[in-house]
């Protein structure tokens, strides 16, 4: 069996000699970056667009400001080469934003509870030379740069730029998997996505310190001038590079993302290595009984059963897309202390009855809460075939019998036939987007049709900028989001599915407050960007990797590249390519290249498909409406059923259709 390092140097040796529509790839060529443009200038600055280039001359006059554009989201440090200043108390002021809503002189968007950080000074006075942040005043995330004079002083800077510290292990073009349709805008949403994640990656010594924590709170007002305490200098884990919540805030392990962020990043990126680190961080935490950290440290240490089972989801994910027996077998005891810790909490009725409140920001989580439940029969489906690859025959019974009571009552309790929805508990008429989203996802539902009625209920309640999460408010959170996308494919509502892409991650990515590059954390029903859990709006992460569903949709049902075995030992080729004509990707897996490629007619027939799967694999294609033979690279052919066929051995296919 490969390891995940073996899997790294395999991703890395067959994208050497170039990747698949490199042009979307966002992450920078180069680690060095230079501002873009000029966004704007207030009072005297002379030469503004020379720091766009290698080398200028820009001079700050007096009390003066110019913001720097790069473009998109970035991270890293930033350094300055400055002139001979006019006085020996000179300062140059740095101030960074994600958003240009909150591009100041005085201040920086914020990158903990407080809303907003202080500049960063530097005693330019002192004389000619080169002048850098210091490493704990990292920023994570930044698209906007603004130099700032207060003083007098006449200020020449000679060169500005950053350094990209984000994803530090990766060569960050050289993805492992891509992704290409006749909708431009899903394929930079792809790609948007998988950066994202890239930027999410950090150094492991570089997470948020959490200064403020328990002083500050997202509700208190903030005054400036603030202390410069926004340090991202706390070790969070092992190795050289590990999977974090957000870029500029939330530099911290979170389980929650390890049900969306792992799927897309094994994808593009193809960096398990990364993602292993961040489990690891989880396990390290857990507690004598089973629990799992609701959050890394230094976060404080909370309950909460969502984020518990989203880490065992993060296990037997990247089970699925390693295949590292070894590693699953080390952390075998401890995933069934967690499986066991999650089951406490199933009371006589046959449902999890939640007490904790903590989740993912929603509001009122508790009882026989319909999310919670369905995450855990989810987690428990997951759990049967993890025990199966280990031979644990009785955990693998117990946990079945577990499961079906809780779909069974699940049904009886919960289902609100009029509505097509499920309640959030049986004391609520909430019918929230989490549960109903995930009771698709988990196949709690009793059958297509139910499916198709949740999926169809969820839709309905769409608004101009995409679809709420109203157990949050007036929110639209695109974590949930992703779950809910997921749903739409699954209840086979492939157009209902690239619809919700186009309308609520095309809004995201094409928005100018935003940062047209990258995913925020959630924002308002109304394209406003506030989101309901904070006061302070210069908070919100505008790079989450909760945020990134689609990057994964679109290889797994569009595309239709499914594993169902560890590393993709068996798979199934499936597409539901809606009302896309044009459809090309593949990701590796350390067995080799996974890929789709296919032309449609207008008319929904398939002009062209073909498919490649690693030897010593087997799998199952299922082309709906299709007819024809399926004819692999060694001459082997496969008629067609129904649009299915079984039995395929890992080759290049292609479908002849006469």
């Known amino acids: 069996m490969y390891s995940i390092v073996a899997a790294l140097l395999l991703g890395g040796l067959a994208t050497a000699s170039g990747v698949p529509y490199e042009d979307y790839i966002l992450a920078p060529k180069s680690r060095e970056l230079l501002p873009a443009s000029v966004h704007s200038v207030n009072g005297s600055v002379t030469n503004a667009r020379a720091l766009i280039q290698s080398a200028g001359g820009t001079t700050l006059n007096g009390v003066s400001s110019v913001t720097y554009d790069f473009g998109k989201n970035i991270a890293g440090l930033v350094s300055l080469d400055v002139g001979s200043a006019s006085s020996p108390s000179a300062f140059l002021g740095v101030t960074f934003s994600e958003s240009s809503l909150f591009i100041r002189h005085e201040a920086s968007d914020g990158t903990s509870d407080a809303g907003l950080d202080s500049p960063l000074w530097f005693p330019v006075g002192r004389g000619t030379g080169h002048y850098a942040s210091e490493k704990k005043h990292l920023r994570g995330g930044l698209r906007y740069l603004t130099l700032v004079s207060n003083t007098t002083a006449t200020i020449p800077v000679r060169h500005l730029h950053v350094n990209f510290t984000a994803a530090p292990t990766q060569d960050l073009g050289r993805y492992t998997g891509y992704f290409h349709s006749d909708d431009e805008l899903l394929n930079k949403i792809w790609y948007a996505g998988a950066y994202t994640n890239q930027l999410c990656t950090i150094d492991p010594t570089q997470g948020n310190s959490l200064v403020h924590l328990g002083s500050i709170t997202s509700d208190d007002d903030i005054h400036l001038p603030q202390t410069d305490t926004w340090w991202s200098n706390t070790t969070i884990g092992n190795g050289s590079s590990i999977i974090t919540d957000?870029?500029?805030?939330?530099?911290?392990?979170?389980?929650?993302?390890?049900?969306?962020?792992?799927?897309?990043?094994?994808?593009?990126?193809?960096?398990?290595?990364?993602?292993?680190?961040?489990?690891?961080?989880?396990?390290?935490?857990?507690?004598?009984?089973?629990?799992?950290?609701?959050?890394?440290?230094?976060?404080?240490?909370?309950?909460?059963?969502?984020?518990?089972?989203?880490?065992?989801?993060?296990?037997?994910?990247?089970?699925?897309?390693?295949g590292d027996r070894s590693w699953l077998s080390r952390h075998w005891s401890q995933y069934k202390r967690a499986v066991r810790w999650a089951l406490l909490s199933v009371d006589k009725t046959g449902l999890a009855n939640i007490t904790a409140c903590s989740d993912w920001l929603r509001f009122g989580m508790g009882g026989h809460n319909i999310e919670a439940n369905a995450i855990l029969y989810f987690v428990l489906q997951d759990a049967q075939k993890l025990a199966e690859q280990l031979n644990d025959t009785s955990s693998a019974e117990s946990w079945k019998r577990t499961a079906a009571k809780i779909k069974s009552v699940a049904n009886q309790k919960l289902w609100d036939n009029q509505a097509g929805l499920y309640r959030d508990n049986e004391t609520t008429t909430l019918y929230p987007q989490d549960g109903n989203a995930w009771a698709i996802k988990a196949n709690l539902t009793l059958s297509a049709r139910q499916s198709n009625t949740v999926s169809s209920a969820l839709q309905s309640r769409w608004g101009k900028y995409g679809a709420p999460a109203p157990e949050v408010g007036k929110t639209i959170s695109p974590f949930i989001g992703g779950f809910e996308l997921q749903a739409h494919y699954l209840a086979g509502r492939s157009e209902t599915a690239l619809d919700l892409i186009r309308l609520q991650w095309g809004f995201m990515l094409e928005d100018s407050r935003m940062t047209q590059s990258t995913f925020i954390e959630g924002y308002s029903t109304d394209g406003s960007i506030h989101y309901a859990p904070y006061t302070n709006d210069p908070r919100i992460s505008h790079a989450h990797g909760w945020s990134t569903g689609p990057t994964s949709a679109l290889t797994f049902y569009a595309a239709g590249i499914q594993l169902t075995g560890p590393a993709g030992v068996t798979w199934r080729i499936a597409p539901q390519p809606g009302n896309l004509t044009i459809v090309d990707a593949g990701f590796l897996t350390s067995r080799g290249n996974f890929s789709t490629s296919f032309q449609r007619s207008a008319r929904g027939g398939y002009n062209q498909f073909s498919f490649q799967t690693p030897a010593g694999t087997t799998g199952e294609v299922y082309l709906s409406g299709a007819s024809g033979t399926l004819v692999s690279r060694d001459g082997k052919e496969i008629k067609l059923m129904a649009g299915r066929a079984s039995g395929l051995h890992g080759d290049a296919w292609e479908l002849h259709t006469q």
């Not at 990364?274 to 799992?292: A, C, I, M, P």
């Open 246 to 322: 957000g870029a500029k805030r939330d530099r911290l392990v979170w389980p929650g993302d390890m049900s969306i962020a792992l799927e897309s990043i094994a994808v593009s990126t193809g960096d398990l290595y990364s993602v292993q680190n961040t489990l690891e961080s989880l396990l390290d935490l857990q507690k004598s009984d089973g629990r799992l950290p609701y959050a890394e440290r230094p976060f404080r240490d909370s309950v909460s059963f969502t984020y518990h089972l989203h880490s065992l989801i993060g296990v037997s994910y990247l089970y699925l897309f390693s």
